[in-house]
Structure formats: C-alpha cells, structure tokens
C-alpha cells in the first residue's frame, strides 16, 4: 500500500513540474520570481531616481550624476517588492554643493574630458505599506 501512495506522490509532482515548466515557456513565471518590467512603471521610476540620490551622496565628485538608461529591469514580489535594475548613470553639469539640485533639470555633461558614464546594478526593496525604501545592493563600474 505504501508503494501506491509513494508512486502517486511521484507522478504528481512530476505532472507539476510539467506544468510549471511549460507555464515558463510560455511567458508565464512562477510566484515570487523576477519578472521583466516596463521602462515607464511609476516604480521603477522611484528606483532610478533612488539609486542616483544613493550613488550621489556616495560621491565624492564635484558634480552630480543622474540616470541616463535603463538597461533590464525586474521587479519581484517578496514581502513588499523587490526591484533588480541595470542602469547607466552619467555625470551633469550641476554641482554637488548647489543646494536644491533638481536632477531633472541637471542637463548631462558634454562629450570631453568632464563626461563620465558608469555601469550599475542595484537591487532595492520597497514595502509600500510601511513607506519603505531599502537599498541592498549598489554596484557601479566606469
């Protein structure tokens, strides 16, 4: 008898795994995993926005840097959600000392020796019924 429940667990479990598997092949994902986002999503935006501030108040640079593309972005949900973005970030003509900087009025620095792109990943966790913003990873390469 307990070989009939163990070969009955067995075939059940192989039937989810097929249908998980063609659920994935077929643009679906599983609860919980990374799924690809829109470039417009409101919280992506917040994202971007965020890991410049970050990447700005890490800075020692004269000048302030602001995101200049998005290259792959995530989102996952995970006890709030989960944001993975690559992103180019680009160094401006305003100053770090300027106070009330508005990065969106911050035109990027011409092509010459004051332009300086860099490469970066971040990773930031959002718990929007706390107003929650939470930076875990941060990683940037010129």
């Known amino acids: ?17 097929l249908m998980l598997a063609a659920g994935s092949r077929h643009g679906r994902s599983m609860p919980g ?3 690809n986002i829109s470039r417009k999503d409101g919280g992506l935006r917040q994202v971007v926005l965020s890991a410049a501030h970050f990447f700005n108040n890490q800075s020692n640079d004269a000048f302030l840097f602001r995101p200049s593309a998005v290259h792959r972005a995530q989102r996952q949900i995970v006890k709030g959600i989960r944001y993975l973005v690559d992103l180019e970030i680009s160094r401006t003509v305003c100053r770090q000392r300027d106070i009330n900087n508005n990065l ?15 490469q970066c990943h971040t990773e930031v966790w959002v718990v929007p019924w706390q107003n929650q913003t939470r930076t875990l990873l941060f990683h940037c390469r010129p």
């Not at 008898?1 to 039937?15: D, E, I, P, Q, Y």
């Open 104 to 118: 969106s009025n911050c035109d990027f620095q011409p092509a010459g020796r004051l332009h300086q792109t860099f």
């Open 33 to 35: 995993s990374p799924v």
């Open 1 to 17: 008898m307990m070989g009939l429940k163990t070969l009955l667990l067995v075939s059940l479990l192989a039937v989810l795994e």
